[in-house]
């Protein structure tokens, strides 16, 4: 196996195509991490998301500072890994923040059934608040691709 680093560019191809990544934050020393669904907006060097309140908004709200993972592994010796590096924004519907909103919902769009996680109903029946539309402005990426070594021809006998 062989392991490559990533250039931005690669990166953010990868980014491109996830649907899902795994959001750290941090609040009182203590981290935190959970899957999401994301959108990477290209042109912004943006990740769109939104989710209801709880945790991870509130821990958000508190230390905008984030990360994401996002990855594709299809063995121990073929993986691709992505690391996002940025910073948290909500986007309400003041006037201000328009725009990116709506870049937010067209990305939304481009999946199918891309409401459900925050449509769904929790277990205790209760039914979820308006969903907050968020972005992560991304600072740095970094990632690394493992790739399997290709075999070697066997060597000539004799000669």
Not at 14 to 36: D, E, M, N, T
């Amino acid at each position: 196996m062989t392991i490559y680093e990533l250039t931005a560019a690669e990166c953010e191809e990868f980014l491109s195509h996830a649907k899902v990544g795994r959001l750290g934050c941090a609040r009182k020393g203590q981290p935190y991490i959970v899957p999401v669904s994301l959108y990477f907006g290209r042109e912004e060097r943006c990740l769109y998301g939104f989710s209801t309140v709880g945790k991870k908004i509130e821990w958000m709200r508190d230390n905008p500072s984030v990360c994401v993972e996002v990855d594709a592994i299809s063995d121990q010796y073929q993986w691709t890994t992505v690391l996002a590096m940025g910073r948290y924004e909500e986007l309400d519907a003041s006037e201000e923040q328009q725009r990116a909103r709506q870049r937010a919902l067209d990305l939304f769009q481009e999946q199918s059934r891309w409401w459900l996680p925050g449509g769904a109903k929790l277990s205790s029946g209760v039914e979820h608040a308006s969903p907050v539309v968020y972005r992560i402005h991304i600072s740095s990426v970094s990632g690394r691709r493992a790739v399997r070594q290709p075999p070697q021809p066997p060597s000539a006998i004799g000669g």
